[in-house]
């Protein structure tokens, strides 16, 4: 069974840290660009970041600076590093894998894949 797994979510002070995870089962998550999506409350999915099958990387306006996408070595796991977390951070965190023009970051649509999310909540 394809899958894409999200962890790491949790409830964190304004100005904190958290890791997110998103790993891959039934594919090899290297050939893919991996994208991390946000939805909060009333609001639209968003893109925030994407590493491609490549290693480049893009990040949201909102997050560039705070966020840092990696993949391990083995590229079975990408990361979502969030450090100085906001309020308005607060949302459904959700991994996607694309397949086709993988080797770029190129914008958040055509996904292939789908994680069922992580939820953060950044309050005090």
Known sequence: QLQLVES??????PGGSLRLSCAASGFTLGYYAINWFRQAP???????????SFGGTHYADAVKGRFTISRDSAKTTVYLQMNSLKPEDTAVYYCAARLVGATMCVGYSGMNFWGKGTLVTVSS
């Not at 790491?8 to 002070?13: E, N, Y």
């Open 8 to 13: 790491g979510g949790g409830l964190v002070q």
């Open 42 to 52: 009333g609001k639209e999915r968003e893109g925030v970041s994407c590493i491609s």
